[in-house]
């Protein structure tokens, strides 16, 4: 009986974290809390079965010693069968003009960005790229960033 339940229970948990409308959400670490200039981060995409339209959300996890009120980041998208390729610059205010961080947090903050377009076809693959454009070659208190491809 308790064999059961235990495994009805599992059965639900499984089928209710599934989403249909994620392709991808993952993040990385940023080496030392410190995201040099040099550093370019990479996500794989996993080859497709459909056409299918996307939104790429970069997803940020800061900590108090970030010292700008603005991060710019460069996002590039590169794909393969057939060939595509689109680069966007993204400017995020994570505090204000009174150096607050603008989400709630005490000593780490998570930010994520509006989405940028990606339009995917059947059997395409690629990678999306980013790195910081900051004039600042190491940039403290950035400790991952990542990325959520939704439909």
């Known amino acids: 009986m308790h064999r059961w339940a235990g495994f009805i229970l ?33 996500f794989n995409l996993p080859t497709l079965s459909t056409d299918d339209n996307y939104s790429v959300i970069v997803g940020l996890r800061v900590t108090n010693s970030f010292p700008y009120e603005t991060l710019i980041m460069e996002v590039e998208q590169n794909y393969q069968n057939p060939m595509g390729h689109r680069v966007d610059t993204i400017r995020y205010r ?13 000593n780490y903050f998570q930010y994520e960005t509006r989405g940028l377009p990606l339009e995917l076809k059947k059997g395409q693959s ?15 208190g950035i ?9």
């Open 10 to 42: 599992l059965s639900i948990l499984l089928l209710a974290s599934c989403d249909r409308n994620t392709l991808m959400h993952t993040y990385q670490p940023v080496k030392g809390n410190c995201w040099d200039r040099t550093d370019t981060l990479t």
């Open 126 to 140: 690629g990678e999306i790229r980013i790195r910081h454009l900051m004039h600042r070659e190491i940039l403290p």
């Open 94 to 106: 994570l505090a204000d003009e009174s150096g607050d961080f603008t989400e709630k947090g005490i």
């Open 143 to 151: 400790m991952d960033v990542g990325i959520h491809v939704i439909r």
